[in-house]
């Protein structure tokens, strides 16, 4: 059984970073595409970033492109997530999970994904 667990969420100051970490375990996490998701009070769970199996292939939502960066460690089965600039906007839960199926390109979409996280806290205040 695949199991997630993020961290490194934070309260920051607008213009400021993180970096976020999705650790697997089990046997399967090697062969799935990792997505980043996110998810504000009363809002709808989006698609932020999501990066292949082999970490060649990499895609952004249009709110986070040059500001978020996904990277993949094969070696330590994690998946960062490099946040800049944010703002308050950035706010949320912020959520990984792998894909259910091998796919050649990630996809954003919640409804590819399953083994969920419980998610971790990104909060950008004054």
């Known amino acids: 059984q695949l199991q997630l667990v993020e961290s490194g969420g934070n309260l920051v100051q607008p213009g400021g970073s993180l970096r976020l970490s999705c650790s697997a375990s089990?046997?399967?996490?090697?062969?799935?595409?990792i997505g980043w998701f996110r998810q504000a009070p009363g809002k709808e769970r989006e698609g932020v970033s999501c990066i292949t199996r082999d970490g060649r292939h990499t895609k952004y939502s249009d709110s986070v492109k040059g500001r978020f960066t996904i990277s993949r460690d094969i070696a330590k089965s994690t998946v960062y997530l490099q946040i800049n600039n944010l703002n308050a906007e950035d706010s949320a839960v912020y959520y990984c999970?792998?894909?259910?199926?091998?796919?050649?390109?990630?996809?954003?979409?919640?409804?590819?994904?399953?083994?969920w996280g419980q998610g971790t806290q990104v909060s950008v205040s004054t």
């Open positions: 089990g046997l399967t996490f090697d062969y799935n595409n």
């Open positions: 999970a792998a894909d259910v199926r091998y796919r050649t390109y990630c996809s954003l979409s919640t409804d590819n994904y399953a083994h």
